[in-house]
């Protein structure tokens, strides 16, 4: 979890009962999966991760974004600048 630049991979409390405790999950509500990294799939000792090409993880979709309250937007358009730097090449 500590080799994520981004730190979108958190370790789950009781979200997964007491048998996953401290198991790692995406927050992507905290943060987003960085395009141009693969470092966890390196740093997984069990290879829970499974391990891929740059390209092919590039052309993985990891998470869906849905609206959950209609009119609670304020227009910060925080959600699209995390979305379009987790899914676009930097410049």
């Known amino acids: 979890m500590k ?30 999966c960085e395009y141009k990294c693969k470092m966890c799939m390196e740093a997984c000792p069990t290879e829970a991760i499974e391990k891929m090409t740059l390209e092919a993880k590039q052309n993985v979709k990891i998470g869906l974004a849905h609206i959950t309250r209609t009119g609670a937007c304020h227009g910060h358009m ?14």
Not at 4 to 22: D, H, K, R, S, Y
Not at 26 to 31: A, E, N, P, R, V
């Open 3 to 32: 080799v994520c630049p981004t730190n979108v991979i958190q370790p789950t409390m009781l979200e997964a009962g007491l048998e996953g405790l401290w198991s790692p999950v995406l927050k992507t509500g905290m943060s987003y």
């Open 78 to 91: 925080q959600c699209h600048v995390l979305c379009v730097r987790s899914i676009a090449p930097a410049q």
